[in-house]
């Protein structure tokens, strides 16, 4: 059975810093990772997705994978209070089928 | 971009009464729509995978007599609460799934069911 575990914070951080938010994952065969952004009471929103062949960087947000250790990390830089939000990390159970979700870390940025 | 629209926002509803979600792809062919739920605080757990055509495949602890799946086309999946209770009051949100990629996770904007 594949897991995903984040820590559910929360995680808090005054406006401009740096944000780290962490995921590790149980199949070291995943392939492909996604991070997603939930407000409360809304659906998930996509932020980025990578797979197990390297790094990415999308405007503020870079995920990066640690495969040996098996966790990947979503770095946002210059954190703003609309940032403030649930992450959720997730992998799919095998490619195509659908995605396991961390319990998800709370992110508070304060102005 | 993928756009999936998902019906009703909220409901409320009596306990013993049925309630149907409804889940449409409007611009793809959602050949896999998945149907999750998620209480509060908690994260989303998969309930149910459905193919268009072929009876879902639910996920373990999730009675399929209550939770009716059905994807009669590609671009249409409903999840049909029977017997509702108050236990089953969640936020229920599905995702579609087109062809081509791991990117083609596209989620509903979810449906609050509140069961009195």
């Known amino acids: 059975q594949k897991e995903v575990e984040q820590n559910s914070g929360p995680l808090s951080v005054p406006e401009g810093a740096i944000a780290s938010l962490n995921c590790t994952y149980s199949?070291?065969?995943?392939?492909?990772f996604f991070w997603y952004r939930q407000y409360s009471g809304k659906s998930p929103e996509l932020i980025m997705f990578?797979?197990?062949?390297g790094d990415k960087e999308d405007g503020r947000f870079t995920a990066q994978l640690n495969k040996a250790s098996q966790y990947v990390s979503l770095l946002i830089r210059d954190s703003q209070p609309s940032d403030s939000a649930t992450y959720l990390c997730?992998?799919?159970?095998?490619?195509?089928?659908?995605?396991?979700f961390g319990k998800g870390t709370t992110l508070s940025v304060s102005s | 971009g993928a756009v999936v629209s998902q019906h009703p926002s909220r409901v409320i509803c009596k306990s013993g009464t049925s309630v149907k979600i409804e889940c449409r792809s409007l611009?793809?062919?959602?050949?896999?729509m998945f149907w999750y739920r998620q209480f509060p605080k908690q994260s989303l757990m998969l309930m149910a995978t459905?193919?268009?055509?072929?009876?879902?495949?639910?996920e373990q602890g999730v009675e399929k007599d209550k939770f009716l799946i059905n994807h009669a086309s590609l671009t249409l999946s409903t999840l049909t609460v029977t017997s509702a209770h108050p236990e089953d009051s969640s936020f229920y949100i599905c995702?579609?799934?087109?062809?081509?990629?791991?990117?083609?996770?596209?989620f509903g904007s979810g449906t609050r069911l509140t069961v009195v």
């Open positions: 611009d793809f062919q959602a050949t896999t």
């Open positions: 997730a992998v799919p159970y095998q490619a195509g089928t659908a995605l396991i």
């Open positions: 990578i797979y197990s062949n």
């Open positions: 459905s193919n268009e055509g072929s009876k879902a495949t639910y």
């Open positions: 995702s579609a799934r087109g062809l081509g990629g791991d990117y083609g996770y596209t």
């Open positions: 199949d070291r065969g995943s392939q492909s």
